[in-house]
């Protein structure tokens, strides 16, 4: 997400005589007069100042990974997130020592995500993020740990994520569908037919079962709430709607029966 914008940024700098140093490591802002005049940094063992004409941009990836994000999160559940470990705040801390104002509402920059998380055999972790592609294909529905559904599932991962955010049984969620739609489009990290996705059953990644009883039985529902859920959603798509939360209706599915779309 972004390489064609970062590649596009790169070839500019690079054509314009610009030099990029990757790896480097602020130390701080240099201030001046009531104004941020360059930073100090530590580059391949040695600590340089730059100085700057006009001003310095702080574009440090935010602080999904960090502790800081902890203090602006809505909520205080566990959270999963695909950002990269260096997204640790250190930009806002560089700021804040200089009293540099902030926004107001932080917690509104949020980019939320369902995530789904592969433990591995040697305690690793694979974490996939579920924006669109898998969730919201024929055949597949979100329900909550009262087994029944709380959201579009083919909204955006934004609009999914704050749903489920707005009730303590709807995180963490389940994603169903049966074989003919795993093997047809896959699930998270499963791939469709002919990846064979056993390994993910056994790591406890997927579960599998022959009924729908067993199954809540393996995800600690209500068989008899799943049953109804699903019966109602199958009766609803036999008929190409959905009563309940107007699937295939978004911004993002919706507009594509109907056209014109770019």
């Known amino acids: 997400m972004g390489n064609a914008l970062i590649a596009r940024m ?22 001046a007069q009531g104004a ?14 730059l100085h700057a004409r006009r001003g310095v941009v702080l574009a440090a990836g935010g602080f999904a990974a960090g502790a800081l994000a902890a ?3 809505p909520h205080t559940r566990e959270h999963f997130t695909m950002s990269p470990p260096a997204n640790d705040g250190a930009a806002l801390h560089l700021a804040a020592a200089l009293n540099a104002r ?28 579920h924006l669109v592609t898998d969730r919201a294909k024929p055949g597949v529905i979100a329900v909550n740990q009262r087994a029944v559904r709380f959201v579009n599932e083919s909204s955006s991962y934004h609009h999914f994520a704050s749903a489920m955010q707005d009730a303590a049984e709807n995180a963490p969620c389940f994603l169903l569908c049966d074989a003919q ?12 037919a002919p990846v064979n996705n056993d390994a993910l059953v056994a ?51 919706g507009r594509w029966r109907s056209g014109p779309s770019a």
């Open 203 to 253: 790591a406890g990644y997927l579960h599998k079962a022959d009924t729908l009883a067993a199954l809540a039985q393996q995800l600690g529902l209500d068989a008899q709430t799943l049953s109804k859920t699903v019966a109602r959603y199958n009766r609803d798509a036999a008929q190409g709607v959905d009563r309940e939360f107007a699937k295939a209706a978004t911004a993002i599915t």
């Open 36 to 49: 941020v005049r360059g930073v100090e940094i530590e580059y391949q063992g040695q600590r340089e100042t």
């Open 71 to 73: 203090r602006y999160r």
């Open 102 to 129: 902030e926004g107001a509402d932080r917690a509104s920059n949020f980019f939320w995500a369902p995530v789904s998380v592969l433990t591995r055999a040697d305690g690793s972790e694979e974490r996939f993020p």
């Open 181 to 192: 739609a795993m093997k047809r489009y896959g699930l998270g990290l499963a791939r469709p």
């Open 10 to 31: 790169a070839t500019t700098a690079l054509r314009k005589g610009m030099s990029l140093r990757l790896n480097v490591n602020v130390l701080t802002l240099c201030e």
